[in-house]
T-cell receptor, first 114, second 110 residues
């Protein structure tokens, strides 16, 4: 399977703990995106990378959130000092250089903060 | 703030009928438009993209775009129970990120 993969698929953590999620994009895709989705809503943009450069971060992304994409391959999203409001599905997507808008999603990581 | 609006539904159609899903967007400069299908508990799956005014057909799916009216639609012909899902409309902005609507839930009755 050469699709986008994410790990872990589910994460339960206690409030105040740090969590880290990993995304492996489709190998030939140079753009990688992180979105967050809550129940009944569409995915909401968090940040995106072109190769290893982080080009945009949503204003919704607090200082507790950080993302990296070392060497332009996989990416990690870390949430520090988790809060109950962070409970959501965290989705990673990737797109090729062209057509750059056509994004393909991974299975997501469901985070539950207790 | 750029917005994408969809009726949340549910839209209920009988098996074999045409399902019509609609979406409006606020940014008149938008150039790329997408429909994603999302089954319960799963991630969104890209099913259609459209960039020019008019219709684009792919199998049982037809996407329609009217930039003057800022309106995108998705028609599903010969609807099947397996088409029951939430359909998300997404619009690309100038920085390549997608702005999503909240989705329309489609129920196809056997």
């Amino acid at each position: 399977d050469t699709g986008v993969s994410q790990d872990p698929r589910h994460k339960i953590t206690k409030r105040g703990q740090n969590v880290t999620f990993r995304c492996d994009p489709i190998s030939e895709h140079n753009r990688l995106y992180w979105y967050r989705q809550t129940l009944g809503q569409g995915p909401e943009f968090l940040t995106y990378f072109q190769n290893e450069a982080q080009l945009e971060k949503s204003r919704l992304l607090s200082d507790r959130f950080s993302a990296e994409r070392p060497k332009g391959s996989f990416s990690t999203l870390e949430i520090q000092r988790t809060e109950q409001g962070d409970s959501a599905m965290y989705l990673c997507a990737s797109s090729p250089a062209s057509p750059a808008y056509e994004q393909y999603f991974g299975p997501g990581t469901r985070l539950t903060v207790t | 703030q750029k917005e994408v609006e969809q009726n949340s539904g549910p839209l209920s159609v009988p098996e074999g009928a045409i399902a019509s899903l609609n979406c409006t967007y606020s940014d008149r400069g938008s150039q790329s438009f997408f429909w994603y299908r999302q089954y319960s508990g799963k991630s969104p799956e890209l099913i259609m993209s459209i960039y020019s005014n008019g219709d684009k057909e792919d199998g049982r799916f037809t996407a329609q775009l009217n930039k003057a009216s800022q309106y995108v639609s998705l028609l599903i012909r010969d609807s099947q129970p397996s088409d029951s899902a939430t359909y998300l409309c997404a619009v690309g902005d100038s920085s390549y990120k997608l702005i999503f609507g909240s989705g329309t839930r489609l129920l196809v009755r056997p």
